[in-house]
Nanobody, 123 residues
């Protein structure tokens, strides 16, 4: 499994970014996949996940601002981030848990990770 993130950058508060994660090495549509982030000095945390059937889940702090989606034909995961805040600054990673549903997946269950893409939001 290979995961390659892109789309990070530096924006001002209130701005938008769209992250992409290109996946290969497995049948993309069949597994739970999600976006995670890690700020300096903090633990990695879940941002949003999407099941094999398209069911999505978000952490409370990003609900209404971030949208996770995937294109099974392109083997690509997306994260549309709007109304960005300085506290969204972090390295963003995509991760795969090789099960169909993300419902029971804690962060330790994600076996595969990309290298990350940096998001910086200035006030």
């Amino acid at each position: 499994v290979q995961l390659v993130e892109s789309g990070g950058g530096s924006v001002q508060a209130g701005g938008s970014l769209r992250l992409s994660c290109a996946a290969s090495g497995y049948t993309f549509s069949t597994y739970c996949i999600g976006w995670f982030r890690q700020a300096p000095g903090k633990e990695r945390e879940g941002v949003a996940t999407i099941d094999s059937d398209g069911t999505t889940s978000y952490r409370d702090s990003v609900k209404g601002r971030f949208t996770i989606s995937k294109d099974n034909a392109k083997n690509t995961l997306y994260l549309q981030m709007n109304s960005l805040k300085p506290e969204d600054t972090a390295m963003y990673y995509c991760g795969v848990d090789p099960v169909s549903s993300c419902l029971q997946s804690d962060i330790g269950a994600y076996n595969y990770w990309g290298q990350g893409t940096q998001v910086n939001v200035s006030s």
